[in-house]
């Protein structure tokens, strides 16, 4: 944290930490310690497991399949590029027959058209 604040651009108040959950990270005292820097905890209530419940599995996934799986990285650009890949894969080309044989994008796509097409609430 104090590595963090020494060497951000940004004002303090803009800052947020994404912590992994770790038993130290929902400490009253790393708590107030935040409070006092003026950086914001991404997490939600102490013991609230479902606050990025889906963020936590996707993050799995990819730590699992592509990081562990293909390292060790020569570079960052070859971590972003391979995340690159990824991304795309996981969102545009991956079929998932729970919502119709078709991929997440066209899922999303389906979703946000019927909206639009949708009678609007007097």
């Given amino acids: 944290m104090k590595c963090a604040r020494r060497s951000s651009t940004a004002s303090t108040g803009n800052l947020v930490h994404h912590p992994?959950?770790?038993?130290?990270?929902?400490a009253i005292r790393y708590t107030e310690?935040?409070?006092?820097?003026?950086?914001?905890?991404?997490?939600g209530s102490v013991g609230d497991?479902?606050?990025?419940?889906?963020?936590?599995t996707i993050n799995g996934l990819?730590?699992?399949e592509v990081i562990h799986r293909r390292g060790p990285w020569r570079s960052f650009d070859a971590v972003e590029y391979a995340t690159l890949e990824w991304r795309d894969w996981f969102n545009n080309r991956r079929i998932l027959e729970p919502?119709?044989?078709i991929t997440p994008a066209e899922a999303g796509q389906q979703f946000y058209?019927?909206?639009d097409l949708a009678p609007l609430a007097a």
């Fill in 113 to 115: 058209a019927a909206i």
């Fill in 62 to 64: 990819f730590k699992a």
């Fill in 20 to 26: 992994d959950r770790g038993s130290q990270y929902v």
């Fill in 99 to 101: 919502i119709g044989n």
């Fill in 49 to 56: 497991s479902y606050d990025h419940a889906l963020d936590e």
């Fill in 33 to 43: 310690r935040l409070a006092e820097a003026g950086i914001e905890p991404s997490v």
